[in-house]
């Protein structure tokens, strides 16, 4: 086998559309970094080669209406991406990366997400499964359920039964991670979509 992934790599100090043209890609997210630039976050992932995705506004909206708008919370978590070839720049369609599955989902999640400036289209993101091999893995999945609004209990009451070793293994982050999902998934299911036109108007249209 002759892999062709990093010779076809676009030249850039940040990962691009054009490197997801082979088909989406499953990031483990291991660092989030405010750049104060024009692309304000950078996220940096496992094996990314020093070569950050720097998500739009887009798919910012996408993950902070999935997971909290904490992005230092994010870290750990898993979603995956891919290239949009619909996504137009000055008229003309280039592609751009956007979020098709997240963790912390039990069930598909329907955003209405800015795609042209003044108008919306409708956008469903689906749950990520992570394999569960070990029993902290299988804790983990069990948890982010709960988080999602898919157990009937709260993550404060869930946490509880968790054991001390299994704790001790998903890292102190993740109660923190959980807790902003639970809200994220309790406003949107209040609020229907106002959580998102609010997260929308925070920011200039693309």
């Not at 676009?10 to 490197?19: I, M, T, V, Y």
């Not at 509880?160 to 102190?172: D, F, I, R, Y």
Request: aromatic content about 6%; hydrophobic content about 40%; charged content about 25%.
């Amino acid at each position: 086998m002759i892999d062709v992934t990093k010779a076809m790599s676009a030249k850039s100090d940040q990962l691009n559309a054009d490197d997801l043209v082979a088909g989406p890609r499953t990031i483990k997210i291991r660092d989030v970094v405010e750049t104060g630039a024009e692309q304000p976050i950078a996220v940096f992932f496992d094996g990314d080669d020093g070569r950050p995705w720097k998500p739009s506004k887009t798919a910012i909206r996408t993950l902070a209406a999935c997971w909290g708008t904490d992005a230092a919370k994010w870290i750990g978590l898993s979603c995956t991406i891919y290239n949009d070839s619909t996504v137009t720049w000055g008229g003309a369609a280039v592609g751009g990366i956007r979020v098709s599955h997240t963790e912390g989902l039990t069930g598909p999640r329907r955003l209405m997400l800015s795609f042209t400036r003044g108008k919306k289209r409708e956008t469903i993101i689906q749950p990520l499964v992570i394999s569960s091999p070990t029993p902290a893995a299988k804790w983990k999945e069990r948890l982010f359920a709960v988080a999602g609004g898919g157990a009937g209990v709260s993550v404060a009451h869930a946490w509880s039964k968790v054991p001390a070793t299994v704790k001790n293994e998903l890292g102190q982050t993740i109660y923190e991670q959980l807790l902003a999902i639970e809200r994220a998934s309790t406003e949107h299911r209040n609020s229907d979509d106002a959580q998102l036109d609010a997260l929308n108007a925070s920011f200039i249209a693309e």
